[in-house]
């Protein structure tokens, strides 16, 4: 190899790190990635995967499917088994905090092959890490072991933000994956997802290499391209588009450097305005906008002989941004002002990202201000609405959930719309047309993939009593895991109310329940999470006013409570608890009181979606026939209630009846569920909400943290002999098949 000559190779991740260890240099940055960068990582790869999945094709060869490009590193070698990385050190170290969630969920579900791939990608030898950075050692090792990283006032930035990142990751994998796509997502993670890297001669030449992509100006985007494109064909008016161009990317600079805002903005505008329904033109202007609007110039009327058109196209990018920035401002900052824009904040954390694109259908570039921020918070609310009503409904909230909301309910409705008004009556009409309510989540709680929404409607409930009694409450805070804690208010001891619930399983589903839960802070939570209900309640006092009302006594020191209490009708079950006040009751009275509070919390006039009446009913979108002669409401229906789990959809298949009873034996005894019309469990012990999936079903019936449910869920033939799901939908496949 030259002196400086420059070497690039393709490398799945099992080769990555195959016997070699990375290091960095001294001029490498802390471990900075954010919530929203590992998000975003983790969201994509776990869309990937499911397309990837969803093929049988692929399945049956995996080899023939496409990479998944991770994109390029650059690195220097010190040996054959050593390598120092230049550039890529943010997604290497992200890459192998995945790896080691998964191995510990490998090594609960028992899968062994699993577990022996990641611990090549995990170590070099079985004890040195394959990222080798010193400082990180610590929380990699706690990681590792499954035990909490406590952190200190000397930890650095890398540190603190590895252990946040580490719970983020081991949260979002349990949303993303059941157990039944474990196994298959890790052979696909390393098999089928790659990265370039590209090698230099060594550490001088590294840094080299280091100052030029750090220092240089970038390479030409897909938005430098489309801006050329526009330039090429305006004729005179090219300085002033020019201009209305930089301006526009002003607009979108808030309170950061985000040299994505503008790709991300144009896209949001196109979908919003110019995409059009079953012409592919959502997955191109994704995917490569500057070729979209080249292709589509008719449709956008952005033809040679009218190049005042190119001008008026970017001066509506322009207009729309400004409109746009105060909502773009709110989803990065929680601001308490008169604008009452927080759901947007919510919104973004809660993986709601294609807000952007139903706000800009709402948005009309000639819009008054007021109006464009009227209209974005109606529709911010609507979202945060749907999200919490699919949350306590117990229904998917992921990002195709949320898309399709987006892309096939919100937008062909809002584009018609022109006033706030006529956007408060349609998305008064969808609320109507949702359907469900809070009250009806009556066994609602924490489950093993939904911590994250739980602490939501938690943090939402706590908020909202705070600001009622006029005290000082921080939303963001309660949100932040580290802060705030889910706390139980029974501990995790069965035999301390044996004789009131002999059954574990009902124990466990009612300690588990909203009504059993609230928030505490982190630091009170590790010393007394272990009391008893009556001795835990007096410390509850200093807490917020959801935790602090159990205590006896406590409304009688603050009369905004009792004010709150006498407005809302709640005298009944926002309440204190005396010693002798059963679990059962306790958990049913501040079941029914949380979903009060929800109900007023989204209630739809509230927030300002007034119910639309049968003459003045707003036209929303029809249904129009999807391909091969099927109703696009089969497409409308995934996105306001459907499961995509394997039992929904045996179900939808005829493969399962509803009300169809199934089994699990756990320790010689049998555990009894059914299945619902959308493919939910019910466990027959507690009744009530439905689970989303079996290994959740199962895991509760058990006792345990994780459950193999399509393996060990039953049902019964006529016969009596017991059929696992898992076999019972791979006879039905190749059944098919043949």
């Given at each position: 190899?030259?002196?400086?000559?420059?070497?690039?190779?393709?490398?799945?991740?099992?080769?990555?790190?195959?016997?070699?260890?990375?290091?960095?240099?001294?001029?490498?940055?802390?471990?900075?990635?954010?919530?929203?960068?590992?998000?975003?990582?983790?969201?994509?790869?776990?869309?990937?995967?499911?397309?990837?999945?969803?093929?049988?094709?692929?399945?049956?060869?995996?080899?023939?499917?496409?990479?998944?490009?991770?994109?390029?590193?650059?690195?220097?070698?010190?040996?054959?088994?050593?390598?120092?990385?230049?550039?890529?050190?943010?997604?290497?170290?992200?890459?192998?905090?995945?790896?080691?969630?998964?191995?510990?969920?490998?090594?609960?579900?028992?899968?062994?092959?699993?577990?022996?791939?990641?611990?090549?990608?995990?170590?070099?030898?079985?004890?040195?890490f394959a990222v080798g950075i010193t400082d990180h050692e610590p929380v990699l090792r706690a990681v590792a072991e499954g035990r909490k990283y406590e952190t200190g006032a000397g930890d650095s930035l890398s540190r603190r933000n590895l252990w946040a990142r580490s719970q983020q990751i081991e949260s979002q994998l349990a949303e993303d994956l059941d157990a039944e796509n474990l196994h298959r997502f890790t052979e696909w993670l390393l098999d089928r997802v790659a990265l370039v890297g590209i090698r230099a001669a060594g550490p001088d030449h590294g840094y080299r290499m280091f100052e030029t992509m750090n220092d240089r100006g970038a390479r030409l985007t897909a938005v430098d391209l489309l801006k050329s494109h526009l330039l090429?064909?305006?004729?005179?008016?090219?300085?002033?588009?020019?201009?209305?161009?930089?301006?526009?990317?002003?607009?979108?600079?808030?309170?950061?450097?985000?040299?994505?805002?503008?790709?991300?903005?144009?896209?949001?505008?196109?979908?919003?305005?110019c995409a059009r329904e079953g012409q592919d033109d959502r997955r191109q202007i994704e995917t490569n906008l500057n070729v979209w609007v080249r292709r589509n110039a008719a449709h956008l009327g952005l033809v040679a002989e009218r190049p005042d058109r190119f001008l008026?196209?970017?001066?509506?990018?322009?207009?729309?941004?400004?409109?746009?920035?105060?909502?773009?401002?709110?989803?990065?900052?929680?601001?308490?002002?008169?604008?009452?824009?927080?759901?947007?904040?919510?919104?973004?954390?809660?993986?709601?990202?294609?807000?952007?694109?139903?706000?800009?259908?709402?948005?009309?570039?000639?819009?008054?201000?007021?109006?464009?921020?009227?209209?974005?918070?109606?529709?911010?609310?609507?979202?945060?609405?749907?999200?919490?009503?699919?949350?306590?409904?117990?229904?998917?909230?992921?990002?195709?959930?949320?898309?399709?909301?987006?892309?096939?309910?919100?937008?062909?409705?809002?584009?018609?719309?022109?006033?706030?008004?006529?956007?408060?009556?349609?998305?008064?009409?969808?609320?109507?047309?949702?359907?469900?309510?809070?009250?009806?989540?009556?066994?609602?709680?924490?489950?093993?993939?939904?911590?994250?929404?739980?602490?939501?409607?938690?943090?939402?409930?706590?908020?909202?009593?705070?600001?009622?009694?006029?005290?000082?409450?921080?939303?963001?805070?309660?949100?932040?895991?580290?802060?705030?804690?889910?706390?139980?208010?029974?501990?995790?001891?069965?035999?301390?109310?044996?004789?009131?619930?002999?059954?574990?399983?009902?124990?466990?589903?009612?300690?588990?329940?909203?009504?059993?839960?609230?928030?505490?802070?982190?630091?009170?939570?590790?010393?007394?999470?272990?009391?008893?209900?009556?001795?835990?309640?007096?410390?509850?006092?200093?807490?917020?006013?959801?935790?602090?009302?159990?205590?006896?006594?406590?409304?009688?020191?603050?009369?905004?409570?009792?004010?709150?209490?006498?407005?809302?009708?709640?005298?009944?079950?926002?309440?204190?608890?005396g010693p002798q006040e059963t679990m059962t009751s306790v958990v049913q009275t501040r079941q029914e009181l949380y979903l009060r509070l929800f109900e007023h919390i989204w209630n739809p006039e509230r927030l300002g979606l007034p119910a639309v009446s049968a003459q003045s009913e707003p036209a929303l979108p029809s249904e129009p026939v999807a391909a091969q002669g099927h109703p696009a409401a089969a497409r409308r229906r995934s996105a306001t209630g459907r499961r995509r789990t394997d039992v929904a959809k045996m179900i939808d298949a005829q493969v399962l009846k509803p009300g169809t009873q199934i089994v699990l034996t756990y320790r010689s005894t049998d555990h009894w569920a059914t299945v619902d019309e959308n493919g939910g469990i019910i466990l027959n012990a507690t009744g009530g909400t439905p689970y989303g999936r079996v290994d959740e079903a199962g895991a509760v019936a058990r006792g345990t943290k994780t459950c193999q449910g399509m393996n060990e869920w039953h049902i019964e033939d006529e016969e009596g002999a017991r059929i696992s799901l898992r076999t019972l939908r791979d006879r039905t496949a190749a059944s098919s098949a043949r």
């Open positions: 190899m030259g002196a400086d000559e420059i070497k690039s190779q393709g490398f799945s991740l099992k080769e990555l790190f195959r016997d070699v260890a990375y290091e960095i240099d001294y001029y490498q940055r802390d471990y900075t990635w954010g919530e929203d960068e590992v998000r975003t990582l983790l969201r994509d790869l776990c869309d990937s995967f499911k397309g990837w999945s969803a093929d049988p094709a692929y399945l049956r060869r995996p080899g023939t499917a496409p990479q998944y490009f991770l994109g390029p590193f650059v690195y220097y070698e010190q040996s054959r088994s050593r390598r120092c990385l230049v550039d890529g050190q943010q997604r290497f170290v992200t890459l192998h905090l995945i790896f080691l969630q998964l191995r510990l969920l490998a090594q609960e579900f028992g899968y062994s092959r699993a577990v022996d791939r990641l611990n090549r990608v995990i170590t070099t030898d079985g004890e040195h090429s064909h305006v004729g005179a008016n090219e300085d002033q588009l020019n201009t209305q161009w930089q301006e526009m990317l002003r607009e979108l600079t808030t309170d950061r450097e985000d040299p994505a805002a503008a790709s991300r903005f144009i896209k949001a505008f196109l979908l919003a305005r008026q196209f970017v001066q509506d990018l322009l207009k729309s941004a400004r409109l746009f920035r105060p909502l773009l401002a709110a989803s990065r900052e929680l601001k308490k002002d008169g604008d009452r824009l927080e759901t947007v904040l919510y919104n973004e954390r809660n993986g709601l990202h294609g807000q952007a694109v139903a706000v800009l259908a709402a948005i009309d570039p000639g819009d008054q201000p007021s109006d464009a921020k009227d209209k974005g918070r109606l529709v911010a609310a609507y979202m945060d609405r749907w999200y919490a009503l699919r949350v306590l409904q117990d229904l998917p909230v992921q990002s195709a959930d949320a898309d399709a909301l987006v892309h096939i309910t919100l937008v062909p409705a809002l584009r018609g719309c022109r006033t706030p008004n006529d956007v408060a009556a349609v998305l008064g009409g969808l609320a109507e047309r949702d359907g469900g309510s809070p009250g009806e989540a009556v066994t609602l709680g924490l489950r093993g993939n939904n911590a994250h929404q739980i602490r939501y409607l938690l943090a939402r409930a706590t908020a909202y009593v705070e600001e009622a009694c006029q005290r000082p409450h921080n939303v963001l805070a309660y949100l932040d895991r580290d802060r705030f804690h889910i706390e139980h208010l029974w501990a995790n001891h069965h035999h301390r109310v044996a004789q009131e619930i002999p059954d574990a399983v009902v124990f466990r589903s009612r300690r588990n329940q909203l009504g059993g839960l609230g928030l505490l802070m982190g630091r009170e939570n590790s010393s007394i999470n272990d009391l008893p209900l009556h001795d835990k309640s007096l410390l509850y006092a200093r807490s917020n006013v959801l935790l602090g009302v159990i205590a006896p006594g406590y409304d009688r020191r603050n009369p905004l409570l009792r004010e709150f209490i006498r407005t809302h009708r709640l005298d009944k079950i926002l309440r204190s608890f």
